[in-house]
């Protein structure tokens, strides 16, 4: 395989997927769209929300929002407006959502960013230790740990947490966002329980994952094999964790799906000011503006981490290079 | 007794739990008949207080004939959901694997999309926007749930289907339903079951979460997701209102991953040997 | 001459049981001992137990010594460790998963090699010693052909220059010419590294061709040792003598094949006595009592029997397989109209790969045997999909000559009888099925017998029999239907030698009673001459010839019927009585 053709095919590659996520995204934006639709009741009336359904005001907003052309034109409009950054206007509280959006994203970025980082250096070696020294006590025990974890729901988690480390021993703050910024240490201070809590459950579930992973890599016969011809611990160890890279890698989407669900839930739990708890906020008092913007924006995300996941998949792995060259 | 002892102390440890648990969900109207009687009077009560064990909410309702009375709805829904999300998945998934075609792709390409998404937030959104309700969210959660399950019985069936013991029934010129239910299935269950065991599980979390953020059951119903969304205020006033209900789903989600661990290593050895 | 290998007393225990039993064995420099025996019987073991590798749970006892270096197995690993890649190698079956499918051949190679030497340079004279072109360095394993990566794996074992290489089946996953290939392959670097080969094997020929020693192993037991001449001309063992017997011989047809009734014990099963015992028909008291002991049977050889073999009880033992008159070819019932005529069969499958099958044209007649050899990607699966319809060829025809629906013209039987068989139905429910796609003539008791089974088998579940009995199993419920052709897609490949005759001779007693035309495909040329009257000989999905089974392969026409004739391992001993091994 010469290196030229490689790289084109690879180029190749990512060219298809992106239009393909592309694509994927489009048909999302059209259900997202359809959510207005989707909600009972009169639309014109929903969007008015807590304000007076006067028929002036009901005409005004089926003018504003072109709820009489056909909804082709309507979905138009919306995309248009996406593309050039206007999501439209909280129903609740009438500012830009682009602008309510903005003050919040930061929060979630670092608080998801810092339960990535608290899950990978923690459940990564975790499992594949475990799987190094599968069926012994300490592996038994961290697995059943493991299990626990999975299953154990964020919210609850998180409430027993603060009621332990923030309530009695007082070592985090129990409610609240602290400063905003990027470098604000009071923020980050704030963040460690929330970011544990989630760290706990989406922890668990890339510990069972590595571990399974590690363990196929070591029943197979290349690694009895290395072993017979002599290759140290360490080189064995290099060959076992550069395969079992890529399943685990490639299962980092499926983590990522969690992690939104996760984040949602902390920040409610929380009472943080991310787009999670404002999601579930606006949901209940139907503010769908808003629920769309963060709908589509969830999905933008994901399909670019699957992208990216497709990406690193190409990269890591000789075989799937091979067969999507082909 | 020995019998016990076979099985391994795995399913005995967690169905002491579960059987408690199921229990409660069955009898509950009937051991705990006013548990939501409120005392408006009474309030916040901490713990240990004279005849509340666990003390009592903001609304006067004893934490713990609350939280027994919460037991049905951690139950019925959860099991609805898995036992629906199989039944499509063995359904569709069977159809998928063993007809292949646009079918298979078409499924497969609807099972990408779904399981792309994150099942709270998509349930948030649409079970939120439709209406909360019980019901609403169990159905919501059983289609977002099903993807999962077809492509588990999807790809089970087309291990099977390559093997010769089909081929050799296409050979006796035996119809295509016949192979699929008389010789697929009783194979591809096993693994099913396991999964259908921690589908359950899945669910409990997620209808919990779901009402914990306002939906799914109505605002007076006993419910422990509700009950900790409530109590969150009471973490100082009555910190059991928070414990009782968290620590009941955290133990009863985590009986039933390790209860459906332990089924799915059995399924998968005696898949191995055949 | 010390030994380059020595092994005493070795003893591998796991939790189910004992796996070997005080097995000895030894090996000098340059020579090539073989380790012959059937499934259980402990040779795979025994190789990962010499090098320490055995999985988890599985211990073992002994002495190994390696030129000077002497190890306790069971003791401390690290002297053994130590051993491993620069005193001892190991090369395992499978080509597909040996290497790591994410690095690249020369990274592989190079890891073992002395620190000093790793270089491009030596990487490419390293893969140069196993007929490999510099340009693999910096390929994929998945890029490479089975053959082609078996050398890359031998070269990878190479890399630190042990003294001894264990082969576990090496060959045996590949095609027959390339095995020649590389047991060449073996046999000169052996030759110029002075290296010793410990080689494992079911394949009799094999060993009797390459090997100067051998052990026979018998359910975790080795039964005799001695030199491959001796032991194959001469057995001193009941069970060296019966599998011996039971190798189908290449260069002429018997009538039928001497076997040992009932299949290979596992070696936990037997408790006391010889484990021999239950199926040795010259077994008395004592055998069942007293487990052998090794005792010496001649000029460096040894035998574990209470009643060894006799010069003059060979005589009668090879009575048995007498070679028989070809069967004359059976005529035609419609005089002249063949039960099925394929013509110009042609399949692809998609894209540039080369068709399946291109232009086959046979003809197989009522009640004839007819066989079908061919290596891998000759087309000899894809001819036998289309015919009982589970492909459909995209050019040609096939035209049978009687009616009624396809399942009761055509069943067929396939190679792994484990997968053959649905494991969550029993015996008798699967045979009812299928009798009742037929006329409902035949009862699951009359299919049991005909198969020569016990009538109590129907309640049995699959995972319950032996390989031997699904196989049985598989070819009852094939007849079921009543079809007028059986075709046998390699039906006796995955079964262990012994069984393998029974099930042949089996095969040979269901197309004489019943009349049934059978068409026997395989790669295994010795096999198709016990079963076929008539060959056809396929490549790349061509026939490249085709005859009177005598014809094909005592005087083959073709180039390249000429070169798979001649790749078979052994094939040139005649009766295993040790005319003379074919050298190179």
């Given at each position: 395989?010469a290196?030229?053709?490689?790289r084109?095919g690879?180029?190749?590659?990512?060219?298809?997927?992106?239009?393909?996520?592309?694509?994927?995204?489009?048909?999302?934006s059209?259900?997202?769209?359809?959510?207005?639709?989707l909600?009972?009741?009169?639309?014109?009336?929903?969007?008015?929300?807590?304000?007076?359904?006067?028929?002036?005001?009901?005409?005004a907003?089926?003018?504003?929002?072109?709820?009489?052309?056909?909804?082709?034109?309507?979905?138009?409009?919306w995309?248009?407006?996406?593309l050039s950054?206007?999501?439209?206007?909280?129903?609740?509280?009438?500012?830009a959502?682009t602008?309510?959006?903005?003050?919040r994203?930061?929060?979630?970025?670092?608080?998801?960013?810092?339960?990535?980082?608290?899950?990978?250096?923690s459940?990564?070696?975790?499992?594949?230790?475990?799987?190094?020294?599968?069926?012994?006590?300490?592996?038994?025990?961290?697995?059943?740990?493991?299990?626990?974890?999975?299953?154990?729901?964020?919210?609850?988690?998180?409430?027993?947490l603060?009621?332990?480390l923030g309530?009695?021993?007082?070592w985090?703050?129990?409610?609240?966002?602290?400063?905003?910024g990027?470098?604000?240490?009071?923020r980050?201070?704030?963040?460690?329980?929330?970011?544990?809590?989630?760290?706990?459950?989406?922890?668990?579930?890339?510990?069972?994952?590595?571990?399974?992973?590690?363990?196929?890599?070591?029943?197979?016969?290349?690694?009895?094999f290395?072993?017979?011809?002599?290759?140290?611990?360490?080189?064995v160890?290099?060959l076992?964790?550069?395969?079992?890279?890529?399943?685990?890698?490639?299962?980092?989407?499926?983590?990522f799906?969690?992690?939104?669900?996760?984040?949602i839930?902390a920040?409610?739990?929380f009472?943080?000011?991310?787009?999670?708890?404002?999601?579930?906020?606006?949901?209940?008092?139907k503010?769908?503006?808003?629920?769309?913007?963060i709908?589509?924006?969830?999905?933008?995300?994901?399909?670019?981490?699957?992208l990216a996941?497709?990406?690193v998949?190409?990269v890591?792995?000789?075989r799937?290079?091979r067969?999507?060259?082909? | 007794?020995?019998?016990?002892?076979?099985?391994?102390?795995?399913p005995?440890?967690?169905?002491?739990?579960?059987?408690?648990?199921?229990?409660?969900?069955?009898?509950?109207?009937?051991?705990?008949?006013?548990?939501t009687?409120?005392?408006?009077?009474l309030?916040?009560?901490?713990?240990?207080?004279?005849g509340h064990?666990?003390?009592?909410?903001?609304?006067?309702?004893?934490?713990?004939?609350?939280s027994?009375?919460?037991?049905?709805?951690a139950?019925v829904g959860?099991?609805?959901?898995?036992i629906?999300?199989?039944?499509?998945?063995?359904?569709?998934?069977?159809?998928a694997?063993?007809?292949?075609?646009?079918?298979?792709?078409?499924?497969?390409?609807?099972?990408?999309?779904?399981?792309?998404?994150?099942?709270?937030?998509?349930?948030l959104?649409?079970?939120?926007?439709?209406?909360?309700?019980?019901?609403?969210t169990v159905?919501?959660?059983m289609?977002l749930?099903?993807?999962?399950?077809?492509?588990?019985?999807r790809?089970?069936?087309?291990?099977?289907?390559?093997?010769?013991?089909?081929?050799?029934?296409?050979?006796?010129?035996?119809?295509?339903?016949?192979?699929?239910f008389?010789h697929?299935l009783?194979n591809?269950?096993?693994v099913a079951?396991?999964?259908m065991?921690?589908n359950?599980?899945f669910?409990?979390?997620?209808?919990?979460?779901l009402?914990?953020?306002?939906?799914?059951?109505?605002?007076?119903?006993?419910?422990?997701?509700?009950?900790?969304?409530?109590?969150?205020k009471?973490?100082?006033?009555?910190?059991?209102?928070v414990?009782?209900?968290?620590?009941?789903?955290?133990?009863?989600a985590a009986?039933?991953?390790l209860?459906?661990d332990?089924?799915?290593?059995?399924a998968?050895?005696s898949?191995?040997q055949r | 001459?010390s030994?380059a290998?020595d092994?005493?007393?070795l003893?591998?225990?796991?939790p189910?049981?004992?796996?070997?039993?005080?097995l000895?064995?030894r090996?000098?420099?340059g020579?090539?001992?073989?380790?012959?025996?059937?499934?259980g019987?402990g040779?795979?073991?025994?190789?990962?137990a010499?090098?320490?590798?055995?999985?988890?749970?599985?211990?073992?006892?002994?002495t190994?010594?390696?030129?000077?270096?002497?190890?306790?197995?069971?003791?401390?690993?690290?002297?053994?460790?130590?051993?491993?890649?620069?005193?001892?190698?190991l090369l395992?079956?499978?080509?597909?998963?040996?290497?790591?499918?994410?690095?690249?051949?020369g990274?592989?190679l190079?890891?073992?090699l002395?620190?000093?030497?790793?270089t491009?340079?030596?990487?490419?004279?390293?893969l140069?010693?196993?007929?490999?072109?510099?340009?693999?360095?910096r390929?994929y394993?998945?890029?490479?052909s089975g053959?082609?990566?078996?050398?890359?794996a031998?070269?990878?074992?190479?890399?630190?220059?042990?003294?001894v290489?264990?082969?576990?089946?090496?060959t045996?996953?590949?095609?027959?010419?390339?095995?020649?290939?590389v047991?060449?392959?073996?046999?000169g670097?052996?030759?110029?590294?002075r290296?010793?080969?410990?080689?494992?094997?079911?394949?009799?020929?094999?060993?009797r061709?390459?090997?100067?020693?051998?052990?026979?192993?018998y359910?975790?037991?080795?039964?005799?040792?001695?030199?491959?001449?001796?032991?194959?001309?001469?057995?001193?063992?009941?069970y060296?003598?019966?599998?011996?017997?039971?190798?189908?011989?290449?260069d002429?047809?018997?009538?039928?094949?001497?076997?040992?009734?009932?299949?290979?014990p596992?070696?936990?099963e037997?408790?006391?006595?010889?484990?021999f015992a239950?199926r040795?028909?010259?077994?008395?008291?004592?055998?069942?009592?007293?487990a052998?002991?090794?005792?010496?049977?001649?000029?460096?050889r040894t035998?574990?029997?209470?009643?060894?073999?006799?010069e003059?009880?060979?005589?009668?033992?090879?009575?048995?397989?007498?070679?028989?008159?070809?069967?004359?070819a059976?005529?035609?019932?419609?005089g002249?109209?063949?039960?099925?005529?394929?013509?110009?069969l042609?399949?692809?499958?998609?894209g540039?790969?080369?068709?399946a099958?291109d232009?086959?044209?046979?003809?197989?007649d009522?009640?004839?045997?007819?066989g079908?050899?061919g290596?891998?990607?000759?087309?000899?699966?894809?001819?036998?999909?289309?015919?009982?319809g589970?492909?459909h060829?995209?050019g040609g025809r096939?035209d049978?000559?009687?009616?009624?629906?396809?399942?009761r013209?055509?069943?067929?039987?396939?190679?792994?009888?484990?997968?053959?068989?649905?494991?969550?139905?029993?015996?008798?429910?699967?045979?009812?099925e299928?009798?009742?796609?037929?006329d409902?003539?035949?009862?699951?008791?009359?299919l049991?017998?005909?198969?020569?089974?016990p009538a109590?088998?129907?309640?049995?579940?699959?995972a319950?029999?032996?390989?031997?009995?699904q196989?049985?199993?598989?070819?009852?419920?094939?007849?079921?239907?009543?079809?007028?052709?059986?075709?046998?897609?390699?039906?006796?490949s995955?079964?262990d030698?012994?069984?393998?005759a029974?099930i042949l001779?089996?095969?040979?007693?269901?197309?004489?009673r019943?009349?049934?035309?059978?068409?026997f495909?395989?790669?295994?040329?010795?096999?198709?001459r016990?079963?076929?009257?008539?060959?056809?000989?396929?490549r790349?999905?061509?026939?490249?010839?085709?005859?009177?089974?005598?014809?094909?392969l005592?005087?083959?026409?073709?180039?390249?019927?000429?070169?798979?004739?001649?790749?078979?391992?052994?094939?040139?001993?005649?009766d295993?009585?040790?005319?003379?091994?074919?050298?190179g």
């Open positions: 395989m290196a030229s053709s490689t084109h690879v180029v190749h590659f990512i060219a298809v997927r992106l239009a393909a996520t592309l694509a994927l995204l489009l048909a999302v059209f259900v997202v769209f359809g959510l207005l639709h909600t009972p009741g009169d639309p014109a009336r929903n969007l008015l929300g807590p304000r007076a359904p006067s028929p002036a005001a009901l005409a907003v089926r003018a504003q929002y072109h709820l009489d052309r056909p909804f082709l034109i309507q979905y138009g409009y995309i248009g407006g996406v950054g206007d999501f439209g206007h909280s129903i609740r509280s009438g500012e959502v602008a309510a959006l903005a003050d994203v930061q929060l979630t970025v670092q608080l998801a960013g810092l339960a990535f980082v608290m899950t990978v250096i459940a990564v070696p975790l499992g594949v230790m475990a799987a190094r020294r599968a069926g012994s006590v300490v592996d038994r025990t961290v697995s059943a740990g493991a299990v626990v974890g999975v299953g154990a729901p964020t919210y609850a988690v998180g409430l027993l603060l009621y332990w309530q009695r021993l007082r985090f703050p129990v409610f609240g966002s602290g400063r905003p990027w470098w604000s240490a009071d980050w201070w704030h963040l460690v329980l929330p970011a544990m809590t989630l760290a706990i459950g989406i922890g668990a579930l890339v510990f069972k994952l590595t571990r399974t992973a590690v363990l196929a890599e070591l029943h197979q016969d290349y690694v009895t290395a072993r017979s011809r002599g290759l140290s611990e360490r080189a160890r290099a076992v964790l550069r395969n079992a890279f890529i399943p685990v890698a490639t299962s980092l989407g499926l983590v799906s969690f992690l939104f669900g996760g984040t839930l920040e409610v739990t009472s943080l000011k991310g787009i999670g708890a404002y999601l579930a906020s606006s949901v209940t008092f503010d769908i503006p808003v629920v769309q913007a709908t589509l924006l969830t999905a933008a995300v994901i399909a670019l981490t699957a996941v497709d990406v998949a190409v890591a792995d000789p799937v290079r067969r999507a060259m082909s | 007794m020995s019998a016990l002892r076979r099985l391994g102390w795995t005995v440890l967690c169905g002491v739990p579960l059987v408690a648990v199921v229990a409660c969900a069955a009898l509950g109207s009937w051991l705990v008949p006013d548990a009687r409120q005392d408006m009077a309030g916040v009560v901490k713990a240990g207080s004279a064990l666990l003390g009592t909410d903001k609304l006067g309702r004893d934490i713990f004939q609350l027994i009375a919460g037991a049905r709805s139950v959860p099991v609805c959901i898995a629906g999300s199989m039944v499509l998945g063995v359904l569709l998934g069977t159809l694997g063993y007809r292949g075609g646009w079918l298979d792709i078409g499924l497969s390409k609807y099972a990408d999309l779904l399981l792309a998404m994150p099942t709270t937030l998509v349930a959104v649409v079970a939120g926007l439709v209406g909360g309700g019980y019901w609403v159905a919501v959660l289609v749930f099903s993807p999962t399950d077809i492509r588990l019985v790809s089970a069936v087309m291990t099977q289907v390559t093997r010769p013991y089909i081929e050799s029934a296409k050979v006796l010129g035996l119809a295509d339903r016949r192979i699929m008389r697929i009783p591809v269950a096993p079951l396991a999964t065991l921690l359950v599980a669910a409990l979390v997620g209808m919990s979460a009402s914990f953020l306002g939906l799914g059951v109505g605002p007076g119903e006993p419910d422990w997701g509700r009950q900790l969304s409530d109590a969150r009471l973490l100082v006033a009555n910190p059991a209102a414990i009782a209900p968290g620590a009941l789903i955290i133990v009863t009986a039933i991953n209860l459906g332990w089924v799915q290593e059995r998968e050895r898949a191995r | 001459m030994a290998l092994v005493a007393g003893r591998v225990t796991a189910a049981g004992v796996l070997v039993e005080s000895d064995l090996v000098d420099p020579r090539t001992l073989a380790i012959v025996g059937e499934s019987s040779k795979s073991m025994t190789a990962k010499i090098i320490g590798l055995l999985p988890a749970g599985v211990t073992a006892t002994g190994v010594r390696v030129g000077t270096a002497t190890v306790q197995l069971g003791g401390d690993q690290r002297v053994l460790a130590g051993l491993r890649g620069t005193r001892i190698g395992l079956q499978n080509p597909f998963t040996s290497l790591s499918p994410v690095h690249r051949c990274a592989q190079a890891a073992a002395p620190a000093a030497a790793r491009a340079a030596e990487v490419e004279r390293r140069g010693e196993v007929d490999l072109p510099g340009r693999v360095a390929m394993p998945f890029e490479l053959g082609m990566r078996q050398r890359v031998l070269a990878a074992s190479l890399a630190s220059d042990p003294d290489l264990i082969g576990d089946e090496p045996t996953a590949l095609d027959v010419t390339t095995q020649r290939e047991l060449d392959l073996l046999a670097l052996q030759r110029d590294r290296m010793a080969l410990v080689l494992i094997t079911h394949d009799l020929g094999v060993a061709e390459r090997a100067d020693d051998l052990v026979v192993m359910a975790g037991r080795g039964v005799e040792r001695g030199a491959a001449e001796a032991l194959f001309g001469g057995p001193r063992h009941p060296t003598a019966a599998l011996r017997d039971s190798d189908p011989p290449l002429h047809r018997v009538a039928r094949l001497p076997t040992l009734p009932g299949s290979v596992r070696s936990w037997i408790t006391a006595g010889c484990a239950a040795c028909a010259r077994a008395a008291a004592r055998c069942r009592t007293d052998p002991v090794e005792a010496p049977a001649g000029a460096g035998v574990s029997c209470w009643f060894p073999l006799m003059d009880d060979l005589a009668m033992g090879s009575a048995a397989a007498q070679p028989a008159d070809e069967p004359p059976t005529a035609t019932v419609d002249g109209a063949p039960l099925v005529r394929v013509a110009g042609t399949r692809r499958f998609g540039d790969a080369p068709p099958l232009d086959v044209s046979i003809r197989i009522r009640g004839e045997a007819v079908v050899v290596e891998s990607g000759s087309g000899k699966t894809t001819l036998a999909r289309c015919l009982v589970l492909e060829p995209d096939i049978w000559s009687a009616a009624g629906p396809r399942h013209l055509v069943q067929i039987v396939f190679q792994d009888p484990a997968s053959a068989l649905n494991p969550a139905m029993s015996v008798g429910a699967a045979l009812g299928a009798a009742s796609r037929g409902g003539r035949r009862s699951v008791g009359d049991l017998d005909l198969v020569g089974l109590g088998y129907a309640r049995r579940r699959p319950a029999l032996s390989g031997g009995e196989q049985r199993v598989a070819i009852a419920r094939a007849l079921a239907p009543d079809p007028l052709l059986l075709i046998c897609d390699e039906a006796v995955s079964l030698v012994s069984v393998q029974q001779n089996l095969l040979g007693d269901l197309h004489r019943l009349g049934l035309a059978v068409l495909i395989t790669h295994d040329l010795a096999v198709v016990q079963v076929a009257t008539r060959l056809y000989v396929l790349a999905g061509r026939v490249v010839e085709d005859g009177p089974t005598e014809s094909v005592g005087a083959p026409a073709d180039a390249y019927t000429r070169a798979l004739f001649a790749s078979v391992p052994g094939g040139h001993a005649v295993g009585r040790g005319e003379g091994r074919v050298d």
